[in-house]
């Protein structure tokens, strides 16, 4: 069964630091590139940025509204993305998705269950 | 980058056929056919239903379709049942400018 699970949430105050984790299973992770997605209480959807991967040289892009705070990675040997969280914001507060980008699409097929990351003083 | 709109709500009696649609400002949205729908039940992870405006990934009903015009597409159900009762939400890729973007929702309702 192809799954994603995402880990690490919890609160943080403003300016503080916070690295989600997202475990895959059930398929090849290095073939496929991954995504981060948010949530925030009664907002839409936002995408946050992905990692592409190795063949495509493990590419970051990210949303303009995290650029440049938060940065994605991963490990192949562990099957495992990551979302490290800087100089985090009250309007970072979200929960946060992991999804997996649909292979020759650009659509995601496979997405977690979520993580909530509260940003509060 | 804003949000695609989609209607708030939509219902329909059970066989009946209803429609979501999923309208961009940005001529982005127009330019690429990358429009992708998902229906999320509460409580469970999104699922992927339409890629690519009109493609079905395996294992979606055929009851689920997919178009695009201009800067409108739209995802149709045909033959309502119970269990298409969910939130649905339209995605899209709007190249290097701003990547993606996702729609505000439509909640389905089977009466």
């Known amino acids: 069964e192809v799954r994603l699970a995402e880990s690490g949430g919890g609160l943080v105050q403003p300016g503080g630091s916070l690295k989600l984790s997202c475990a895959a299973s059930?398929?090849?992770?290095?073939?496929?590139?991954m995504h981060w997605v948010r949530q925030s209480s009664g907002k839409g959807l936002e995408w946050v940025g992905r990692?592409?991967?190795?063949?495509?040289?493990?590419?970051?892009t990210y949303a303009a509204s995290v650029k440049g705070r938060f940065t994605i990675s991963r490990s192949d040997s562990k099957n495992t993305a990551y979302l490290q969280m800087d100089s985090l914001k009250i309007e970072d507060t979200a929960v946060y998705y992991c999804?997996?980008?649909?292979?020759?699409?650009?659509?995601?097929?496979?997405w977690g269950q979520g993580t909530l990351v509260a940003v509060a003083s | 980058q804003s949000a695609l709109t989609q209607p708030a709500s939509v219902s329909g009696s059970p066989g009946q056929s209803i429609t979501i649609s999923c309208t961009g400002t940005s001529s982005d949205f127009s330019s690429y056919n990358y429009v992708s729908w998902y229906q999320h039940h509460p409580g469970k992870a999104p699922k992927l239903m339409i890629y690519d405006v009109s493609n079905r990934p395996p294992g979606v009903s055929n009851r689920f379709s997919g178009s695009k015009s201009g800067s409108t597409a739209s995802l149709t159900i045909s033959g309502l049942q119970a269990e298409d009762e969910a939130d649905y939400f339209c995605s899209s890729y709007l190249g290097n400018s701003a990547f993606y973007v996702f729609g505000t929702g439509t909640k389905v309702t089977v009466l």
């Open positions: 059930g398929f090849p992770f290095s073939d496929y590139t």
């Open positions: 999804l997996r980008g649909r292979l020759g699409s650009w659509s995601f097929d496979c």
């Open positions: 990692i592409t991967r190795k063949s495509d040289n493990y590419a970051t």
